[in-house]
């Protein structure tokens, strides 16, 4: 694990070095491979490495994240997840990508040819990393706006807790083993929606770290009059893909949605990526 508490700034090596460096990283291991890694980012200066997704777009990554070091050897993150919204997206689409992090879903969907894109991420850290994400794939002048406010059921002020660089994406409202906290904004999409100030979702992407009921109880008013017609969000869930909190699942049904797992559990980390899908 890094000693580093935060993630790397936005500094990156030049595509040819992270091509090289992307390329040694995904080969076979040898007894001196980390060796000679730790002495050529060490000599270089240790810098974010760009790496190609599957999907095409590029992504600045940061290998002590866990989400991001995924990337770097796997070249996608949640591909389940990824495959649905790829097969999934259309051009017209709204998408609210609410925990953005550093932007990989936010990228997927641009990639994909979406043209509206909301990407709810109140870290500041993380919100740089996202824009350099955008900017180096040539989408800095989309439609696609970073909203800084954490999304909730009120509109107040509460603390972000941020966790150690080895899994920035625990960052959150709720989130245990904090390194750091600080003050910010939140706000709830009903009151972004009906006030105009963003359009109305057709897709809500949330992953909010144990946060996605307030999120969802924020936006009651939407998914009674104008719901989405696909929620991919994240919840504990059990052995037989049920969702663990009823009140949720009892939420969603009653606003129109069937409900579907889209990972198995995981008997170490219950959590699992779930697919709501509107009834017609």
Known sequence: MSNRVLQLGV????RPVSRLLAAYYRAPDHPAKLRILRWIEKALGERRIITRTQYGFEMAVDKADYIQRH?????????????LLKTELAEDDVLFDVGAN????TCLALQAGVKTILAFEPDPLTREILQMNLHINGFADRDVRLIASAVSDSAEKRYFFRTHVSNTGQSG???????SSFEVETETLDRLVSGGRVPTPTILKVDVEGWERNV???ARTLLRRNAPRLII??????PNG?????HLASDLHDWGYS???LLGVNPVDTKVEYLARLRR
């Open 71 to 83: 990337l770097l050897y796997d070249r996608v993150w949640e591909p389940q997840v990824s495959e």
């Open 216 to 218: 969802l109880r924020g």
């Open 242 to 246: 049920e969702i663990v909190d009823h």
């Open 11 to 14: 500094a990156f090596y030049p």
């Open 259 to 261: 409900i579907s797992p």
């Open 102 to 105: 550093v932007g990989y879903f």
């Open 233 to 238: 969000f994240e919840a504990d869930g059990r």
């Open 173 to 179: 409202l709720a989130s245990r083993n904090a390194v």
